[in-house]
């Protein structure tokens, strides 16, 4: 008999596909209560390479044209953890679970400092990549389902999640005629194969599944990213400037009327 690792992980614990956005997934930074803050949080997932940077900035663009304030954060950016991260990379000596601790660390500093701050001001943040990815990288690695879902109990539920989809194929293409592959988006740390290019395909393979595994579960909404930048850009837009008229309506509604003098 299967079992389903799923099925083992208690619900208030850890990253639960069926949480409240906006609330933590799981176990709560006891210091930083999240009261119904009115910012929004707006993943843009992805695999290395498939545009997610490039979408995130014309989203940002186009948001702060609508009127919106907008703070962008990408992983390994923490100002306490990028320079650690930077140098566990170079020198690759780290094991598999220490480095989804350091990634988890960044994102808990990014949290704290840059995420939780922005929601309670009212901002839109925009997060190019989130713990699906860590949560990816993990899986094909073969980390512990329950304890990287464990680990991310603390992350906020994004309001909108959306996930850049491509095949590989395309993905090839498209890393080759920009910047090339480099050694940890090829998985090279694996060893699947000396050979950059097929260890690259074997890996970002792997990723793809993980992926789409969790598509369901926290309710990506899929973008065709083989589309040209605009066209996906546009539905972006489209899919975003709808949820967010949708709050301001109800805000707008839920407002004391206001008598005239
Ligand atoms: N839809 C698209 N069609 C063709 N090329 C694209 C598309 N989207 C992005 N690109 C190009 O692919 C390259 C990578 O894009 P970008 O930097 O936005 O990806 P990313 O997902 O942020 O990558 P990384 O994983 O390195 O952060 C850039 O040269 C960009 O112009
Ligand atoms: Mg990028």
């Known amino acids: 008999m299967t079992t ?27 210091y930083l209560p999240l009261d119904n803050y009115p910012g929004k949080i707006i993943a843009l997932e992805g695999t290395d390479g498939v545009g997610r940077s490039t979408q995130t900035r014309l989203l940002k663009e186009w948001l702060e044209v609508q009127g919106y304030g907008v703070v ?70 073969g980390v512990d389902k329950t304890w990287i879902r464990n ?16 095949d590989e194929k395309t993905l090839i293409r498209r890393v080759l005629q920009s910047r090339g592959m480099d050694y940890w988006e090829s998985g090279m740390d694996m060893k699947l194969g000396d050979d950059i290019y097929e260890s690259f395909r074997a ?13 369901d579960e926290y309710n990506f909404r899929v973008l065709d990213a083989r589309r040209k930048i605009e066209v996906i850009q546009d539905e972006l837009r489209r899919q975003v400037g709808a949820f967010l008229a949708e709050g301001d309506s109800e805000r707008a509604e839920a407002a004391p009327a206001v008598t005239p003098i």
């Not at 566990?88 to 990634?103: E, H, M, P, R």
């Not at 992350?155 to 989809?165: G, M």
């Not at 393979?205 to 993980?210: F, G, P």
Request: charged letters at 20%.
């Open 4 to 30: 389903n690792p799923l099925s083992t992980i208690s619900p208030e614990g850890g990253v639960d596909g069926g949480a409240r956005p906006g609330s933590y997934y799981g176990n709560p930074i006891p």
């Open 72 to 141: 962008e954060t990408g992983w390994t950016r923490s100002e306490l953890m990028q320079p650690t991260i930077e140098l566990a990379k170079a020198s690759n000596t780290l094991n598999k679970l220490t480095f989804q601790l350091l990634y988890a660390t960044d994102f808990a500093d990014r949290l704290e400092k840059e995420i939780i701050p922005a929601l309670k001001a009212g901002f839109v943040v925009l997060s190019d990549r989130y713990i699906y990815t860590a949560m990816a990288r993990a899986g094909v690695r």
């Open 151 to 166: 680990l991310y109990g603390f992350a906020i539920v994004p309001h909108l999640v959306f996930y850049l989809r491509i």
């Open 203 to 215: 890996y970002q393979r792997s990723l793809l599944k993980e992926y789409a595994s969790m598509a």
